[in-house]
């Protein structure tokens, strides 16, 4: 049993590298039942705590009759969906569709799951009922009454979700009578989400550090491993995770993470971009071995087991070579434009020819707007400049004056009027977020735009005479408010009035961000920067 | 109408007045004719006749066409979803919810059906491939909430029994939840027990339809609980967005967090302007189509200018074309569009030998007699044998004509668009221009294309010898592929190309081949690509150069209540009118109205109200006079004119007994009603700022 046990811990500081001190506190702390609630908090990899706690518990080996249910706050959004999965998983009771998906029925038949009195009663019901069957399998155990404990994963979505909950859950013990202890697992702090007027008992507070360098490497390497082996039970012909590429898989990992940590230190971004790009970075090597392989064509049919690695310098050259494609992928997959797998699919370059391969377009020179209409366009640009400027400007910017080009431009007056009447720099709207404005000014510098940059693009009509007088006709035309509405609805432009409101005009908010606005005016060829107040 | 009702009574506070239909109730349903001085009484009913079976056929290959569309998009998301969770890439951190996004602004939701009819129903047989998915589908309405989120998701899958056959049932307090999503996972394994599905190949799709009126928090959370729950649960989900795929709304609006447990795919449509063309182009000049109306020049300008400019959405491009030949048939000689429109012969003598039908027949005999159908030497003598049988069967000769007119201008437009191609390909970039295949179709139906084609046909003579004998062939295979009745009238120019071709492959100089081969050519281009309206009777098939109705598409409603508010005369149909002075008989919120023009931001009620009366007065005495006028000159006076008068002078009577306080609460009633309409149609504000004052709310100044 001890060995077992040792086992299993040195698997688990294998898998979780770094966190040696937190399982053996943790595993000290739950085991004999010293605290009846734990606060941990990790800002950095919640996800990769809780599995850790998961497999701590779920297989841990030290205490069998330790019982354990892993909840995520998120997924339980009803205070009737955390009392059956509690229930069922602390219970270990397997949900049938055959007996009509019946929760776990404790044996009164009574539901547990109305109110949180019945839940603690299911608790305590399954605290005796284990207690019972365990007494009655072996002698040994009867004083030992079982533990359990309750794990909530994204603690701080209890706060929205389930606001009631959270001083029962945190007192569970000490209201079921049961030992049970809860831990919170959550990346913000007890402070944010704890009830108000001390409601809760203070937890016990574990703080997670932030994984060094070396752990992060290390389990990455782990991850590798893992695939390869699952790989190699899968059968397939691909060596690309193939075991002995491991030196090289080490040496790969430590440049990603050095080229990318200046970004993200986050293990599973890393590990995405990592996955994403070894099959490239890989590639070159297997080819040599299978044409080494074919040259010899002795022992090609996989018996080969052991792939050799390129010498130091050849690394060297591997790693310059794929620098540049290592900054393009964190560029696209961290924000995910694209996901790892296409990515990788489309950036399996060639080494002989992959000079010209290289220029990924960067994301802001892609965007692409030719999907919308052309009056949708402009309405979006005009939006845009509602939202940025501020409305006592209008009359300047879009007036048509004798000498516009004096008014419009707004001069380098600004800092001097800055430094003359106060000292704090004003931020630009543009990174303040968009302003509300009304239809009737977005439809006002509409027509602006309309008149200025669009009377080329129209077809003549001979019966409007005056100046304005065919934009004036054609800004009231349905389909410009029809834009408007579907442009709502696409979400580019934000309605902040409710639609069943008709007293005064409706407000809207602009959607879109500058580089968009910037790629409309350039495919509209309208000089967005003379037209903003605080241009770029 | 008997109105028992005391008005003056106070203790009755309400009072309904039931409205009853005076008005002659026109039990006729069709609409008057435009040109009834041209027109017969069953005109309408028979053109409406044609006109829906010309539109019918016209829309059932334009709703092929865009049904051709979805089938790479269709096919694409269904090999996406097939491939889900087999083809991922090994050595992620954790697996990823895979979503595809499909982009269908300017397509019809009859997409998803589709999607979900090849998921769930569709089994290809060839390679004992069942696609037995699951679809379910959430619409916004549903999802206000998490809980209604993951019910509908839940339900939609679960409501289907796993075994086909009794549902087992659920209590509802002991069992999980409905919107438990372990109910999910316990129905999926117990649907692989049942179909013995050990490899789980069953998808558990989920369509969002609108995806962006969706709440982006429960999406958020309902994303997050999924993806905890894969692939236990192989969920595939397919986003039905609106707006474009760059700038992306998925990416703007959710967080890394949430962007970093999907997969996003995206399945884009092919671009709006591209399937415009090429449906325009497969519709009204494709050789092996012939629709009932060909569409002028103005229309396909109207529906392509309409297309970039305001929606892109081919529904919209529909209604286009569907109002192009609803304004087409109003035209009463469209009647004859259809061969047999009235019938046989003797049935359509019938219909057009009555009395009512002459206008009718008087016109078709002119146009008849005007066109080219009849040859100038028998014009003396032939209209004294016209009947009605002539008449028509010389429609019908038209109708040929016509026909095979424009297949054979559809048959050379298409071989320029051919050899265009074919240039474009050789990268011989100066063809391009900038012209797009609508404003070609446009040059060309106005029969001005020769520049075009004549470029062409210059290049084709500088064409090296490779290049050339390539060109031969391509122009050989179009001819081969037409049809055979155009096959025997084109038979010059194939025969022609035919020398061409045999030259060519006899290894004769290429340049003597390539210049008489682009005269050929040309040649037939410049016989071929003419104007319609040359043929005769052309406008009973063709839409011509008539403009589009494009008020009607996009009106401006603004601009309407406005003028008629200023101009209330233009719009009372012509039989009310009956001053000659203007003032004289204007609606009482057009005076109202008036006022308003010239008031500034603020008006002041009393004063308005003021102004009113004083404009009532003038005009009642302006009746008053002219009426005095009357009664010291009246000697001819009709009969009907008698009554009206006499009503008039016990007016005067009533007057002169002097009911000044009734005539001021009538005009007081008045303004209020005139008040309140104006106020309903949004051009008062009530702001409450200043005592008896309102606000303006439209300062532009009409004319």
Redesign the interface.
Known sequence: MALDQANSLSRLFEQFPGYEKFVSHITSVTSSFALPFLYITDRHNP?ITASLLDQIYRNSGDCPSTRFAHI?A??C??A??LY??VL?ALAGWE?????????W?GEDGK?Y??SIDSFLHGLRNLCDKSWEGKARGNGRMVDEEPTMVLLVERAERLKDNLPDLIVPLTRLAELSQVKITTIFLSSARWEDIKPPLGASPDPYFIDIDPPSKQDTIDSLIF??RS?SI??AHAGTQ?K??HPSLLPLYEQYVEHVYNVCSLYTND???L??I???R??GFVKPVLQEQSEANADGDSDSDGTCNELTLPASDGRMRLLKFFTPSLTAALDVL????T????W?LANDIDMHASEEVQCQPNAEG??????????SKFVLLAAFLASTNPAKSDMRMFGRGADKQKRRRRKSASPKKAGAQTIVAKVSQRLLGPLVFPLDRLLAILGALLEENDVENR?HEPYFELPGEHT???L????VY??IT?LT????LHRTTAVEKLEGPPMYKC???F??AGALAKDLQVPLNDLMWDPM | MAVNIDLDDINQTTVYIPFHDSDDVNTDTTPPSLFPERDFHQGCQLRFQACRAAWGKCLKRMQELIHSLHAPVVESVVEQVKKSYMDELPGLPYPELPVISVTSSSMSSSLFDEISFQLEENTDELFEDTNDHFVTHVFPSDCTTITGAMKTIVSGFVSRSPTGGQDIKRKPSTSLATYDIALLETWYRAVCDARDDRHHRSRLIVIMHDFEQLEPQVVQDMFEICSSYIPRLPLVFILALASPPSPSYIRATYPHAMLALLRVRDCPFPLAEKSLHNILLETFFDPTFEPDIMIGPTTIDFAVEFFTRHSSSLDGLLSILQLAHMKHFEEPLSVLAPAQALGWSKDAAQVLLTPDAFPFLDALFARVHGSTLIVPVEHATSWRSATVDSLLSSVETARDIFRLRVKLFRVAFRLILCVRQFMLVHERKSVQGDQTVPDLMCLALRGRLGSVYGHLCSMIKTLPAAQLEDFARVVHDFFEDILEDVKAEENEVISRVETAYKMLCRDATTQDVSSLLGDWLSEYFKLRIVALEDAPLWDIWYTGSTPFPCELINPSPRASILAGLIHPHDYISPGQLNGDDEDDDLPDISILFKGYLESAKMINVYDWFESFVVFLEARKRRVGETRIADVTSGTSRTPSKKGKQKQAEDKVIDEDTGEDEEWLVEVQARFIHALQELDYLGFIKHTGRKADHVMRTVFDSPE
């Open positions: 996800r995520n998120t997924a959004f009803t009737r969906l059956d999965t069922n949900v049938a569709w055959g007996n009509g998906c019946r929760n029925p539901r799951n109305d991850e590798f695939t699952t790989q691909d690309t995770y293990i599973q971004e590990q995405y990592a996955a994403a070894w099959p961290y924000p995910r434009l996901n790892a797998t296409d990788a892609s965007i692409v707007v030719d999907h919308l209409p052309r009056m077809p004036d006709m054609e009231g035309r349905v389909h029809a834009a579907e609805s696409m979400r580019a959607g879109i961000s580089w968009v």
